[in-house]
Nanobody, 122 residues
């Protein structure tokens, strides 16, 4: 059974950067899309970015476009979310998810990690 685990969260000042990682275990990510979602306290889970297996197709939420970059290392079965110019409203629990489609709908992802906390101070 494949599992995913996020890492790289932390506390950063506004304008700073963080790099989140998503590692697979149990079996390979091969052939699957990988997405990042986030959820702030009292809010619904929202789409951040997603990438196809080959790394050629990406999709970003408008709120992060130009600041965040999603990528994946197929050889190491690891995905990344590079976050720059962070803002206080980026503060959330960030989840990695694996699914069959490059899509923003979280219902299309069937394997989820436990999340990593990102806190951006003003």
């Amino acid at each position: 059974q494949v599992q995913v685990r996020e890492s790289g969260g932390g506390l950063v000042q506004a304008g700073g950067s963080l790099r989140l990682s998503c590692a697979a275990s149990g079996r390979t990510f091969s052939g699957f899309a990988m997405g990042w979602f986030r959820q702030a306290p009292g809010q619904e889970r929202e789409f951040v970015a997603t990438i196809d297996w080959h790394g050629g197709a990406t999709l970003y939420a408008n709120s992060v476009k130009g600041r965040f970059t999603i990528s994946r290392d197929k050889a190491n079965d690891t995905g990344y979310l590079e976050m720059n110019s962070l803002k206080p409203n980026d503060t959330a629990l960030y989840y990695c998810a694996v699914g069959g489609f490059v899509a923003s709908n979280p219902e299309l992802y069937n394997i989820w990690g436990q999340g990593t906390q990102v806190t951006v101070s003003s």
